[in-house]
């Protein structure tokens, strides 16, 4: 099982990226995805979360209203797009997938398989 993250790089402080996250190995269609992220010397920490169905979304505070988490419904891939990009928002970005783990979406205790993360840099 493997979770690949792409899409991560260098941008430019105000300026967007856009990360992807696609399975393999099983589906993860009936189990909710997360995004999280380690800047360095800093605990690892959630950032977004969605749904199996990709009805219900969740967000950091420090990421609400810049960033959205998206999925095709029937699809283990997810999507985040990060607008308004601020040096705080460098760090080494992880998707996760819960596979039937319970508790708060927030949580990382919530999720069984991680990837092996994506860096993102932002320069002023």
């Known amino acids: 099982v493997q979770l690949q993250a792409s899409g991560g790089g260098t941008a430019q402080v105000g300026g967007s990226l856009r990360l992807s996250c696609a399975a393999s190995g099983r589906t993860f269609e009936r189990d909710a995805l997360a995004w999280f992220r380690q800047a360095p010397g800093r605990k690892r920490e959630f950032v977004a979360a969605v749904s199996s169905t990709g009805t219900s979304t969740y967000y950091s505070d420090s990421v609400r209203g810049r960033f959205s988490i998206s999925r095709e419904y029937g699809r283990s891939r997810i999507d985040l797009q990060m607008d308004r990009l601020s040096s705080d928002d460098t760090a080494v970005y992880y998707c996760?997938?819960?596979?039937?783990?319970?508790?708060?979406?927030?949580?990382?205790?919530?999720?069984?398989?991680w990837g092996r993360g994506t860096q993102v840099t932002v320069s002023s």
């Open positions: 996760a997938a819960s596979a039937g783990g319970t508790g708060s979406y927030m949580m990382a205790q919530k999720y069984s398989y």
